[in-house]
């Protein structure tokens, strides 16, 4: 009896241990919003970019020691956070300017990835030599750093590029870079890691590996994001059509994983197929808003959460111990950003992409890096002799290019005469055409209504109809 009882005891304590956790796990989320958005309100007040607030206030709260009872892990950024964000990018872009752009995009994804690793590496060598820094670090080391550093982060440009006027075609080749360049990174990230742990490398077999990896993760998104089209052509409630592209962003990225391919290109590519087939073609017009409101809101919050916890993750006595390395550095990822744009431009010039330097130099200096990059180091080995140096140093970069970059773009793009100069008449011409094509949406998802909400319908439809009117005049 005594036995039973003491087991009823020991399973009750494992459920309130498992409640608290779960209760502080919410606690956080819900700290970690309050903050985002009070930062996001200061931050329009000062027109300081929200992303660099956010980073900043999460160092400063990290220096005060108040931290929240969650960590960015790999798990909750790869399986958690990215698939949402990824797969919201994708069903906002347009599949005829992916085909405009692809020669640009798949060069800066791959090829440039592998390359901005080597120059990374090769510039650091050149560094640490003529310095003479007495760092147990080694090339592979600064291959590793290369690989760590390489991918342009999708969370951060997405969400710069949404806060400026940047024209659309550097919007279209900048957004579609950080969407496709995440899984060459990982996979180089992987084949180096096994190089310097394992003491192994087979060119020939790494090189199949990343092709399998990344083509894998292709087929499975095309096929999962047609068969989710193909549903949510059958789905006349909005909010089954969310249900069912809020399961292919996560189910597509873990069935690519299980199948040990890209989940990231798989995410990608499924988003891309709902959102030039299911959310454009097969979806009502209630539903697309509902749709696509539920996304960006996601999109959002997730990326608010990220970029404090990102912040909450700096260490500064760490950065302060190693600002030497952090500037060389630093130095290295934008020379190998310049190697890896720039020399492709007369290649590319073949193929009809007519990328000349302005653009080039937008884009080597909004190749920002972020929360990839600092879960990538943080999921090195504990006993890597090297490791703290790696983690001070991507932290370091990550700082800088979010702070010194995500501060400065907008300056270049004015520099650069890319920003279009916005007169009152302008942006008055803008916001009305914004409003007349809200209208014309909303009328046609009133078309939809049944006859039970007929008389809201009809009271409706006039208001939209008065208002359409008195913008016309």
């Not at 020379?335 to 890896?340: C, I, T």
């Amino acid at each position: 009896m005594l036995e039973t009882v003491n087991a009823v005891l020991d399973t009750h304590n494992q459920v309130a241990a498992a409640s608290h956790g779960d209760l502080e796990t919410i606690r956080s989320l819900v700290s970690l919003m309050l903050t985002a958005t009070i930062v996001g309100v200061i931050a329009a007040r000062i027109k300081l970019p929200y992303t660099v607030s956010l980073v900043l206030v999460g160092i400063g709260l990290n220096a005060l020691g108040i931290l929240p009872n969650l960590k960015l892990t790999p798990d909750l950024l790869l399986m958690v956070f990215l698939p949402a964000l990824l797969f919201e990018a994708a069903i906002h872009f347009p599949a005829n300017e992916l085909k405009q752009f692809a020669p640009t995009i798949i060069v800066l994804a791959v090829p440039g990835v592998l390359l901005t690793a080597l120059v990374t590496a090769f510039v650091l060598q050149i560094e640490f030599s003529t310095f003479r820094l007495a760092q147990p670090v080694g090339f592979t080391h600064f291959l590793l750093f290369g690989t760590i550093i390489a991918a342009t982060d999708p969370i951060s440009v997405i969400s710069l590029l949404r806060q400026l006027g940047v024209n659309r075609k550097l919007s279209v080749l900048i957004e579609g870079e950080s969407l496709f360049n995440d899984g060459t990174a990982i996979v180089l990230y992987t084949i180096v890691l096994d190089m310097i742990t394992m003491g192994r490398l087979n060119l020939s077999t790494s090189f199949v590996q990343l092709i399998v990896v990344s083509l894998g993760g292709i087929f499975i998104g095309a096929i999962l994001g047609l068969f989710a089209s193909l549903v949510i052509s059958f789905m006349e409630d909005h909010l089954f059509s969310i249900a069912i592209t809020t399961v292919t962003a996560y189910g597509t990225y873990l069935i690519a994983e299980e199948f040990q391919v890209s989940g990231i290109l798989a995410t990608v590519v499924a988003g891309l197929f709902v959102g030039n087939m299911g959310k454009k073609k097969s979806m009502n017009p209630m539903t697309r808003i509902a749709v696509t409101s539920f996304w960006e809101y996601l999109a959002f919050f997730i990326s608010s959460i990220v970029f404090l916890m990102m912040g909450l993750e700096v260490n500064l006595l760490l950065l302060l111990n190693h600002i030497e390395l952090i500037i060389f550095a630093f130095c290295a990822v934008l020379a190998s950003r310049a190697a890896s744009v720039f020399l492709p431009i007369p290649f590319l010039r073949r193929f009809n992409q007519n990328i000349d330097y302005r653009n080039g130099t937008v884009l080597w200096w909004s190749g920002l890096r972020g929360s990839l990059s600092m879960v990538l180091v943080l999921s090195l080995p504990q006993d890597m002799e090297v490791r703290e140096i790696l983690v001070a140093m991507t932290f370091g970069v990550v700082v800088l290019s979010v702070v010194l970059q995500g501060t400065t773009i907008g300056l270049f793009l004015k520099w650069l005469k890319l920003v279009p100069i916005r007169t009152e008449a302008s942006i008055f011409l803008a916001k009305n055409l914004a409003r007349l094509k809200a209208i014309k949406a909303q009328t046609e998802a009133i078309s939809q209504m049944s006859f039970t909400e007929l008389p809201v319908a009809k009271e409706i439809s006039l208001r939209l109809k008065t208002e359409r009117a008195e913008i016309l005049k």
